[in-house]
């Protein structure tokens, strides 16, 4: 990821500077006496920000959030597909609550297109808007705008997950990933199926080896199959992102996409299986992992009946605790399977991790915009990014000055992997959110769970594929 420049704190503005919108619906009346009635925004947010709003409010309150604008917090589903459908049913039906909603980036370019989001610089200080611009990631903001560049979402955190992995069963096996610096250069997924397998081995005690999310949702088709076929050097559209949408290359049915599931087919099934891939160790994941989302394939580890998994920072901090592993976690990059200049295509190849997200947006039949405004602008201030972004939930501020500063390694439990979480974000690969990637996504997930699942071959699933794809392509 890289973004335009890293200047100094972004001082909190006003929503009564440029860009104003002038409505007057923060509420409130002035008195005699100074003071305003209150106003309670509510915010359906991210489960884990919710479960700290105290944190979070006591941070917006120092970086100037004003003491009669209250929060009123609704928990979300933590699947991102049921997030999703229910905010659509909201905006669909014209409610004015939730005033501010959490948006998953891969499916916030959809909203920002059917006109239910808030055009942002109508609300926040040209000067704020001018920083957002700036400081944040530029990944972040690719799905935070519209197609003429205007801040429709305001970018909370960006995904950059990471392997963890059990240190300690690792250098049991004989393994040194000190020594070999696996924090912050990754291994090949041949020789992390062969330290899983040789990990099994030595404990019979384990029931599975390396769990991730495959099951028929999202998280895989933005995510694990995503950062698959990158490692592997492939790509859903080629060299091509975000469009235009109509012109770009279909190129899942090429050699590395089918050689990354023929990967994980051999991981699922083990060389049993007649699409297996030669030269990697199998089985080395449950047969349930077809059935995992992120808190599903993350409990078996945490219960210490898995060597690895994929996830998350949030889930990382939690692992890592002194609850739970500890310093005997260990944190890597996405292995991968070809190096970048292998790829076929530019920037795939390498520890490449999916780049998900959440964003922050308004919406625009809230009655109470000025004063939900405020919010943003609060948590755009660094000692909320950096306390409670990045301290309280674990995830990774959108802001690469706040990630780079001495406070983030100063963090307890997710400060020790910032050098791994530095080297993902270096290699992120984001999803082809387009306005059709919802219709897409549900495509992919459900071919790729198929043929994971055995009930396609790799060639049938993904020539398959290729021709939805095609047709939602053509029919915008």
Known sequence: METAGATGVVALAGCSGDGD??????????????????????WAADPRLAEQIDVFTEEMREAGLPDHIELDIIAGSNVTDDRQDQYTQWLNSERSEPDL??????WTVPFIVRGQTENLEDHL????VDSIHDEYFDNALLTAVDDDGVLNALPMWVGLPAMMYRKDLVEDAGYDPEGENWATESITWQEFSQVISDVLDENDDLDMGYTFQ?????GLSCCNFNEFISSWGGAYFGGDLLGPIGERDITVNEQPVLD?????????????????????????????VVQMTEQTSLDPFLSGNAVANRNWPSFIQEAASDENFGEDLGVMPIPYAVTSEEATYEGRGGPVGALGGWHLAMNPYSEKKEAAAEVMAAMTADNVLLNGIFDAVGQIPPKAQVLASDGAQDIPVIGRYVDTLRVVGENAIPRPATAV???????ISGEVNSTYNQQKSPEEA???????????????
Do not use: C
Request: glycine share 12%.
């Open 21 to 42: 919108s002038g409505d007057g619906d923060t509420g409130g009346t002035t008195d005699n006496g100074g003071s305003q009635d209150t106003v309670t925004v509510q």
């Open 125 to 128: 200080s040209s000067d704020l």
């Open 437 to 443: 990637w919802p219709q897409q996504s549900s495509e």
């Open 214 to 218: 495959a099951n028929d949702y999202e």
């Open 260 to 288: 990354s599931i023929r990967m994980i087919r051999t991981f699922i099934h083990g060389q049993d299986d007649e699409h297996s891939l030669d030269g990697y160790e199998g089985p080395i994941s449950p047969e349930s």
């Open 101 to 106: 909603l959490n948006l998953d980036s891969g």
């Open 462 to 476: 993904m020539s398959d594929l290729e021709e939805s794809l095609d047709s939602i392509e053509q029919s915008v």
